[in-house]
T-cell receptor, first 111, second 113 residues
Framework: SQELEQSPQSLIVQEGKNLTINCTSSKTLYGLYWYKQKYGEGLIFLMMLQKGGEEKSHEKITAKLDEKKQQSSLHITASQPSHAGIYLCGAAFSGNTPLVFGKGTRLSVIA | DAEITQSPRHKITETGRQVTLACHQTWNHNNMFWYRQDLGHGLRLIHYSYGVQDTNKGEVSDGYSVSRSNTEDLPLTLESAASSQTSVYFC????????????FGNGTRLTVT
């Protein structure tokens, strides 16, 4: 959806390096969701952010929602091959509309 | 454990045929969704339901229909399959809308020849 832009589209990093994926909305976010997808599989929920300035972490992955609630970043520290996959952000713009998704960021981690 | 199951995992059909993709969830969620995933387009919403007998059109609903006769199932029907409907289809469910994560099935890869 054009309402939600992810960058970069793809990323190749060396194992052990840090990386950041961005998700920018054209509208104020009611909620922002991060998912990970491995090839041929469904989407796995990572984190949900709703409050401006909120930051959540799960293992080596940290996600943050900016104060204005129009952009979120996903940061991976010391990347590992297990982090490889497609990362998608999904946005709720209200409490009664389905999620809209970005086009995804394909992450490859090389040794 | 609760889960959401899609069937079949792979389907090849011919242009013009009617096809139904199944989605069954044991989360007891009221909200169910169908998305399609295509290169360059990401995930796009086809149809969704907020409860039994409720159905709503999404961004790309033309050529698709759904029905919700119980809480657990939301089958997606392609009335007359077209090559443009070749895609990977994902079903999802959630406890709430906007404030709850979606739980996704593993997808159905549909090829229309």
């Amino acid at each position: 959806s054009q309402e939600l832009e992810q960058s970069p589209q793809s990323l190749i990093v060396q194992e052990g390096k840090n990386l950041t994926i961005n998700c920018t909305s054209s509208k104020t976010l009611y909620g922002l969701y991060w998912y990970k997808q491995k090839y041929g599989e469904g989407l796995i929920f990572l984190m949900m952010l709703q409050k401006g300035g909120e930051e959540k972490s799960h293992e080596k992955i940290t996600a943050k929602l900016d104060e204005k609630k129009q952009q979120s970043s996903l940061h991976i520290t010391a990347s590992q091959p297990s982090h490889a996959g497609i990362y998608l952000c999904g946005a709720a713009f209200s409490g009664n509309t389905p999620l809209v998704f970005g086009k995804g960021t394909r992450l490859s981690v090389i040794a | 454990d609760a889960e959401i199951t899609q069937s079949p995992r792979h389907k090849i059909t011919e242009t013009g045929r009617q096809v139904t993709l199944a989605c069954h969830q044991t989360w007891n969620h009221n909200n169910m969704f169908w998305y399609r995933q295509d290169l360059g387009h990401g995930l796009r919403l086809i149809h969704y339901s907020y409860g039994v007998q409720d159905t709503n059109k999404g961004e790309v609903s033309d050529g698709y229909s759904v029905s919700r006769s119980n809480t657990e199932d939301l089958p997606l029907t392609l009335e007359s399959a077209a090559s443009s409907q070749t895609s990977v289809y994902f079903c999802a469910s959630s406890a709430g809308v906007g404030n709850s994560p979606l739980h996704f099935g593993n997808g159905t890869r549909l090829t229309v020849t």
